[in-house]
């Protein structure tokens, strides 16, 4: 029997609600592959950050930093700016554990309508590979003159060649492993110092994988490619923001935030990787068990994948189709009626 | 009997075929109007810059400096890398005039597909305004460490108080002037610097129009939401970088880049303005008299319009959308069999 110890980190809003769907699942399907998990929760929130003033302990890492996975509802409170709840839980996670990939995966699933006529279950399948730990995501930079007409602020973007580097390796060895296709995102005709930089090393890596076939879009001509035919893509590796934005719109063009899961991974497994639906802390639903799961369930699916359980992550997602393509059952988001619990029990009732 | 000075950059590939199209309109529509246009060509292109060593001579900007808009085809040309094109030719007249805002508006127009079921023609119609002189596209940067693995680069971006505000301040009145909405794009809880500045100013004019009703996106959530919903849209506001792959983003959702018109625009009109389409040069195409010039001609509508001359400019458009609503006459990236000319010349036959 193999034994795992997961940090579940339930967040705010909806995070508190998606959750535990996400560990209904993972014990079901463990049970049957013999698999014991063990949960160990943090109220590490924007909750705990209005009545402590800070969303994590000062030694929070160290508190999970031996544990297998780390298992991520959502975080975000009106009244909280976004960049507090960010900057103290997220980045501090996705960098103290080097957690450099961010994998999203995008797929239209049958019975999960999508806004783009042209994006058709089983042709959309797509991964966007994020870096996950520097770029344009700094805290370099500040402000000049405040007050005064001549206020400026300045951002600095940072990319290493090691950072780079390890991120586009992982890339192209996901793409060798899937269709063999990759696409770069990049700005090197407007941004030029990081993007070309970024190109550079994109070509560097490629000769080394003679297996794939790249080539590069500019992120505005990608951006628009991915409305515009979806199906072409295989693996979309991105910096920080582009990675960021592309895994927004192409999950809205596979039918919405509300579906979709990421991975924080840290491939060395020197640190635990995270698991986290896409979707946000949903204030205005909030509390009312309406919340869509399967973002969380999805990632608890990538999660199990990570351990080294593909087939049991496997399980998951094909009893989350079964739901989807046979049954009317869905929450509000898809058009369904179906809550939170109802929905999770029809994944449940088609698991072994 | 008004006359104009038009420089006229027709630039690479298709970029000569768009621009004569967008002259025959402008003569003829100019002749019913009383107006008298003169064109001055430059041959300022990749081609130039292969052949002379440059994009433009040294003193370009004095050589338009005077005359009253300038209109620009396309640049860019495979070897020619894309920094070169940009930062050699369009920047330096972007910054160099102060044509602070680009303006870029997306309607779906009838007759036109949009790949997105619900953007229908009669609700999407939405302006992207664009901040064109700062920003994300800056010089300032560079490398350390080259050639080690310790390589590093670093990019600054540079927003100041008197460039945020005199673009928003243009966004405002162009939300009053039209649906009374604005949507201002952000990243402030990753990007900590420059993006809480933007929020600021962005409350800041808002509190001065409150006959504009705002608010505010994330860029990844803006840009799912411009896939899910595009019709809620009326005036979106963004940085250099945000406005771009949001323009594009939102050309794509009604039909396609071939469609899309910008103006480079200097609001106080010291400096002439810039019209330009947002498609590329297409080298694939170019030279075989298959481009499609609506980008041209509607940007040439919007110079009519800055010009003075609205009614001109709306009988243009008027002209074009006949064409698509009432005949079946386009060209191949918009589903038809027609070439330059033959639609060109069907939106001449539709003019007075
Ligand atoms: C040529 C290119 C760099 C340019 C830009 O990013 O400004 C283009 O995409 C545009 O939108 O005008
Ligand atoms: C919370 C937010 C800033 C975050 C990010 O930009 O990384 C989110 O959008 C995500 O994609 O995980």
Redesign the pocket.
Known sequence: MKHYRIATIPGDGIGKEVLPAARAVLDRVGRHHGLSLSYDEFDWSCERYLAEGSMMPEDGLDRIRHHDSVLLGA??RPGVP??V??WGL??PIRRGFRQYV?LRPITVLEGVPSPVSRALPGEVDLVVV?ENNEGE?SQVGGRIFEGTPEEAVVQESVFTRRGVERVLEYAFDLAGRRGGRLTSATKSNGIVHTMPFWDELVAERAAEHPDVSWDQEHIDALAAKIVLDPARFDVIVGS??FG?IL??LAAAVAGGIGVAP?ANLNPEREFPSMF?P?H?SAPDIAGRGLANPLGAIWSASMMLDHLGHAEAGAQVMDAVRGVLASSPVRTADLGGTAGTDEFTGEVLSRLP
């Open positions: 975080v975000g976004d960049h709840s960010l997220l980045i961010n994020r995501y920080n923001l960021d895994s927004d990421s986290e896409v946000g």
